[in-house]
């Protein structure tokens, strides 16, 4: 019964301290980005305080899942040095509690907290993500077309028609909607034709339907034309591939656009590799757990702290740089999905156990 209760305090504790990090590091990527989006929308008359606000805020959860290791791996290591600090961990060790009984009810917390983070948070954030993509797009589909900006996504096509380049400041619906175009055409025989401005697009069966266009022919008088027709041979899978992230993607959908960007022969290495990502969240950050264990659980009296949180940052970094280069590999299709999502979980927990095991158990 003593082990019971002592699990649930500790396991409270470190859910406590880990949602303390995440709500801090939340606020402080909200006003952060919440800057940049009011420099991105300070051309555009319609952008109010508040709509900035709130496109702002709509995408900050989907940049977080990027920071949720780290989250935990900060929470943990103030959860136990805020324990010895209290000489609670020293009352604990006295009455017979190992290490493994006091790190246990963290490592299951966490493995729960990435099971929701991966079926119930991923897809709220990408949903909210999408949310702030239409606003961001509606935004800046009321800006001047001829204000528009070569940045953001860009995409090649070759029709009947000729070759037609496409640049969007903004995308949305997975691609199917855009704002802020700037469009360069050429005939068959490679001769530039015009250069086209809308304020936005939207894709159909075999065509892409501009809005408030503004199309610019060398030596003639810009035309400004309410709707103008555009023959497209890009599917929407083709489109999405160009304009979204597998991250713009939620954990649910995932099998369905593997399995459709196969049949298109478009490349799903990045799509398996989120996928897998998302599955192996939840050991990740038991392995964070680890980590921040093996560099924490000692007497705070004994000194040393900012060698051992330097330490558990360290590690916590170097576990990232392990992470993006096996993403890297795998969306260059040098390395199996599989191995790249589940190598830095295997590595990180596999330091945290020996380290721990040295400490604990000689």
Same mark, same amino acid.
């Given at each position: 019964m003593l082990t019971n209760t002592l699990g649930r305090y500790f396991a409270g504790r470190f859910i406590g301290a880990s949602f303390a990090?995440?709500?801090g590091i939340f606020m402080l990527v909200v006003l952060i980005d919440y800057i940049d989006m009011a420099r991105k929308m300070s051309s555009v008359p319609?952008?109010?305080a508040f709509v900035t606000a709130q496109a702002s805020l709509f995408r900050v959860p989907q940049l977080l899942e990027i920071l949720m290791p780290f989250c935990v791996l900060v929470g943990a290591m103030s959860c136990y040095l805020t324990l010895s600090r209290r000489l609670e961990l020293v009352v604990a060790r006295a009455a017979g509690v190992s290490a493994w009984q006091i790190v246990t009810p963290a490592l299951i917390a966490a493995i729960g907290f990435g099971a929701l983070a991966t079926a119930v948070y991923n897809p709220l954030s990408v949903y909210l993500r999408e949310q702030s993509k239409r606003i961001e797009t509606e935004l800046l589909s009321s800006r001047n077309p001829g204000l528009q900006e070569a940045s953001g996504f860009w995409v090649n096509q070759v029709t009947g028609e000729g070759q037609a380049i496409i640049?969007?400041?903004t995308g949305s619906s997975q691609g199917g909607r855009l704002a802020g175009l700037s469009i360069f055409r050429w005939d068959l025989q490679g001769r530039f034709r015009d250069r086209i401005e809308a304020r936005e697009a939207t894709l159909e069966e075999g065509r892409w339907v501009l809005k408030?266009?503004?199309q610019y022919v060398l030596g003639e008088p810009p035309v400004a034309l309410d709707t103008?027709? &555009?023959?497209?041979n890009l599917t929407r899978e083709q489109v999405r591939d160009s304009f979204s992230s597998a991250e713009s993607v939620s954990f649910w959908q995932l099998p369905e656009y593997i399995a459709s960007s196969e049949h298109s022969s478009i490349a799903a290495a990045a799509y398996r590799l989120q996928y897998h990502k998302l599955i192996a969240r939840p050991f990740l950050l038991a392995a964070m757990v680890m980590l921040a264990s093996s560099v924490s659980l000692r007497f705070f009296r004994l000194g040393g702290v900012q060698?051992?949180?330097l330490s558990g940052v360290g590690a916590g970094f170097l576990l990232y740089v392990v992470q993006k280069l096996t993403e890297d590999l795998s969306k260059a299709d040098l390395l199996n999905p599989i191995v790249a999502a589940w &190598?830095?979980?295997g590595l990180g927990g596999l330091t945290g156990l020996l380290a721990l095991l040295y400490q604990e158990d000689g």
């Open positions: 990090v995440f709500v319609t952008a109010t640049n969007a400041t408030g266009v503004n103008f027709v &555009l023959a497209t060698k051992m949180v &190598l830095p979980v």
